[in-house]
Antibody, heavy 121, light 113 residues
Framework: QVQLQQWGAGLLKPSETLSLTCGVY????????WNWIRQSPGKGLEWIGD???????NYNPSLKSRVTISVDTSKNQFSLKLRSVTAADTAVYYC???????????????WGKGTTVTVSS | DIVMTQSPDSLAVSLGERATINCRSS????????????LAWYQQKPGQPPKLLIS???TRESGVPDRFSGSGSGTDFTLTISSLQAEDVAVYYC?????????FGGGTKVEIK
């Protein structure tokens, strides 16, 4: 059974860059589109984007201008960077695995535990 | 974007009674070629990530109690808990995976009356 372990800085100042990493353990890494999702009181669950092992990405248009998702296949890890953060980016950030390799339209069947990110001056 | 609207925002149900949660999508999530509804339901308890309960609108995941059931097609969907147990207190979310960006409903909080 795949497990996802995530880590990164939890307290940022406005204008800084959020940086999180998710490690994939116990299952296949290749072939899936690995996801970042965030959850804030104001906007609920929001899909940020995904990446596959070849580095192909899809981003939510609402965040696309500030987001970069990258992959390190040698470590079975993928990362999220969100630039120029504001208080509105305060949320719990999750990494998640999709149910299928065969589509870019999927639901999530495994989630990381979440990282609380607070943006405050 | 496909907008997912859940109702009610919260509900309180007596132990052993039925809980019904609704989810409506702003456009169909029924894929005509395979007749599948691209709709999933999740349960989230405090301090935990969402847990997948139901996929394809009505397929229960392995290990999910059979008191949970999903129904509906096209744009209107329902999650039913047939006999509410104390451990079912949680927030429930629907998610469409018919189009990008993937989108979620706003959640329905289920409590014990």
């Amino acid at each position: 059974q795949v497990q996802l372990q995530q880590w990164g800085a939890g307290l940022l100042k406005p204008s800084e860059t959020l940086s999180l990493t998710c490690g994939v353990y116990g299952g296949s890494f290749s072939g899936y589109y690995w996801n970042w999702i965030r959850q804030s009181p104001g906007k609920g669950l929001e899909w940020i984007g995904d990446i596959n092992n070849s580095g192909s990405t899809n981003y939510n248009p609402s965040l696309k201008s500030r987001v970069t998702i990258s992959v390190d296949t040698s470590k079975n890890q993928f990362s999220l960077k969100l630039r120029s953060v504001t208080a509105a980016d305060t949320a719990v950030y999750y990494c998640a695995k999709p149910n299928t390799m065969t589509s870019t339209y999927y639901y999530m069947d495994v989630w990381g535990k979440g990282t609380t990110v607070t943006v405050s001056s | 974007d496909i907008v997912m609207t859940q109702s009610p925002d919260s509900l309180a149900v007596s132990l052993g009674e039925r809980a019904t949660i609704n989810c409506r999508s702003s456009q169909t999530v029924l894929y005509s070629s395979n007749k599948k509804n691209y709709l999933a339901w999740y349960q989230q308890k405090p301090g935990q990530p969402p847990k997948l309960l139901i996929s394809w609108a009505s397929t229960r995941e392995s290990g999910v109690p059979d008191r949970f059931s999903g129904s509906g097609s096209g744009t209107d969907f329902t999650l039913t808990i047939s006999s509410l147990q104390a451990e079912d207190v949680a927030v429930y979310y629907c998610q469409q995976h018919y189009g990008t960006p993937l989108t979620f409903g706003g959640g329905t909080k289920v409590e014990i009356k």
